[in-house]
């Protein structure tokens, strides 16, 4: 193998590395949310750094089953969710 190779795999095995640190020290908080959206009740769980995002990130994922076009999908990130859980990791 040549210099060039070498570097290049040392790098890529770096980046790696720093990238799997970063994303598992960056979730702090994970949220269990149940939301219910004209009749149906749909619960997803996200992660991150802060509680309020792991929320939000755990209500727009749920709302992306619940409903179909930007105005319904708006309506139902706004609809308060039924139960939240969170849990520091």
């Known amino acids: 193998m ?10 890529l095995a770096l980046f790696i590395g720093a990238v799997v640190y ?10 269990h949310v149940c939301v219910t959206y004209r ?3 749909v619960c997803r ?3 991150s750094g802060t509680e309020r995002a792991a929320i939000e990130s755990a ?3 749920a709302c992306s ?7 319904e999908s708006i309506k139902c ?3 308060p969710p039924d139960s939240v859980t969170c849990k520091g990791r």
């Open 45 to 47: 769980t996200a992660a």
């Open 2 to 11: 040549g210099k060039t190779t070498k570097a290049t795999l040392v790098f």
């Open 65 to 71: 089953g619940l409903s179909s076009g930007m105005a």
């Open 22 to 31: 970063l994303s598992t020290r960056i979730a702090v908080f994970e949220c």
């Open 39 to 41: 009749g149906e009740t």
């Open 59 to 61: 209500v727009t994922s």
């Open 77 to 79: 990130d706004n609809t």
